[in-house]
């Protein structure tokens, strides 16, 4: 279960969010320096409005970011769930028969009971 939690950081999804915040840093970005000019001496006068820009856009990449791991948990945790509905539906549909145990010194076979997860 620990490595299916952490597993992101592995094979898939560390690059798309990785990808997912550079655009999303990148657009909210360059849509503040384009769109909302002279925002920041309104909002913080003693601070330059690039170091504000900057730290708003890391903000907006840091959400997006923090939404696409939500979205590749979920994905994987939907995958989980597929894996143990299929080992459970393979479980269900072996023979009872191996799981007969014949006593020693019995003549009647002992069943095993096999606990649910």
Same mark, same amino acid.
């Given at each position: @279960?620990?490595? !299916?939690?952490? %597993? ?15 655009? %999303?840093?990148? !657009? +909210? ?27 708003? %856009? ?10 696409? +791991? ?8 939907? &995958?989980?769930?597929? @894996? ?13 028969? %191996? ?7 019995? !003549? ?7 606990? &649910?997860?």
């Amino acid at each position: @279960m620990f490595r !299916a939690f952490f %597993s992101l950081a592995g094979k898939r999804g560390r690059w798309r969010v990785m990808l997912v915040g550079l655009a %999303s840093f990148a !657009a +909210s970005f360059s849509a503040l320096i384009v769109f909302a000019t002279g925002w920041a001496a309104a909002v913080i006068p003693t601070i330059s409005e690039t170091v504000l820009n900057a730290t708003l %856009s890391a903000v907006v990449a840091q959400f997006a970011m923090s939404l696409t +791991s939500a979205v590749l948990i979920r994905h994987l945790r939907r &995958e989980i769930e597929q @894996m143990h509905t299929a080992i459970d539906s393979m479980a269900l549909h072996v023979p009872f028969d %191996s799981f007969i145990s014949q006593n020693e010194g019995n !003549a009647e076979p002992r069943r095993i009971m096999v606990a &649910e997860a």
